[in-house]
């Protein structure tokens, strides 16, 4: 079955220094990637579409040069999240659009999450 | 713009209930719906998956519904078991969009 590999699974690090996550889809091809965050108790709020080979789509109130976002191949998108602060510290998910194959189209599937502690 | 809301909030039950999870949508041109389980600190496991086209759909002792026309989906979870404790959400994927929208989650806990 389709899988969605999250790197790292949990990571702590200072104010001011910049962490990357990434994603790849492992037995499929994904033009598309999602990067949610999900806040304790909270559901997952959508905060950037990420397509290969363009600039990501960003929802309204993320910050675009904050949350970075790169999809440089079809199976990778990373999200680095630059000048972490406190406020930051969160569980980040991303999942990638299947477009067949493995991972069957108009399905979304999930990795299996980072968390994310700044201190 | 699609909303998505999941009642109860929070579900306690003895083990061996059957037990009912709904959800509701604003906008019923979906594409599909999905339920998830979600366990503590962890990712998000896909259970379901029903297409606009379907009704219902079964895996195990679960089985979900889906009446599109109405906005509404339940998640049908029988003999529930200590096991079965975890955040479970739902999921909707609009016609023409790729991205899915949540509902804000059940949580369920199974006592022995």
């Known amino acids: 079955g389709a899988v969605v590999s999250q790197h790292p699974s949990w990571v702590i690090c200072k104010s001011g220094t910049s962490v990357k996550i990434e994603c790849r889809s492992l037995?499929?091809?994904?033009?598309?990637m999602f990067w949610y965050r999900q806040f304790p108790k909270q559901s997952l709020m959508l905060m950037a579409t990420?397509?290969?080979?363009?600039?990501?789509?960003?929802e309204q109130g993320v910050e675009k040069d904050k949350f970075l976002i790169n999809h440089a191949s079809l199976t990778l998108s990373t999200l680095t999240v630059t000048s972490a602060h406190p406020e930051d510290s969160s569980f980040y998910i991303c999942?990638?659009?299947?477009?067949?194959?493995?991972?069957?189209?108009?399905?979304?599937?999930f990795g299996a999450g980072t968390r994310l502690s700044v201190l | 713009k699609q909303e998505v809301t999941q009642i109860p909030a929070a579900l306690s039950v003895p083990e061996g209930e059957n037990l009912v999870l709904n959800c509701s949508f604003t906008?019923?041109?979906?594409?599909?719906l999905q339920w998830f389980r979600q366990d503590p600190g962890k990712g998000l496991t896909s259970l379901l998956l029903?297409?606009?086209?379907?009704r219902e759909q079964t895996s195990g002792r679960l089985n979900a519904s889906l009446d599109k026309s109405s906005g509404r989906s339940t998640l049908y979870i029988a003999a529930s078991q200590p096991g079965d404790s975890a955040t479970y959400l739902c999921?909707?994927?609009?016609?023409?969009?790729?991205?899915?929208?949540f509902g804000k989650g059940t949580m369920l806990l199974v006592s022995p």
């Open positions: 029903i297409q606009s086209s379907q």
């Open positions: 999921a909707v994927r609009d016609s023409g969009y790729s991205t899915l929208t």
């Open positions: 906008d019923s041109a979906i594409y599909n």
């Open positions: 990420s397509n290969e080979g363009s600039k990501a789509t960003y």
């Open positions: 037995d499929f091809q994904a033009t598309t």
């Open positions: 999942s990638a659009d299947g477009t067949g194959g493995s991972g069957a189209k108009n399905i979304q599937y």
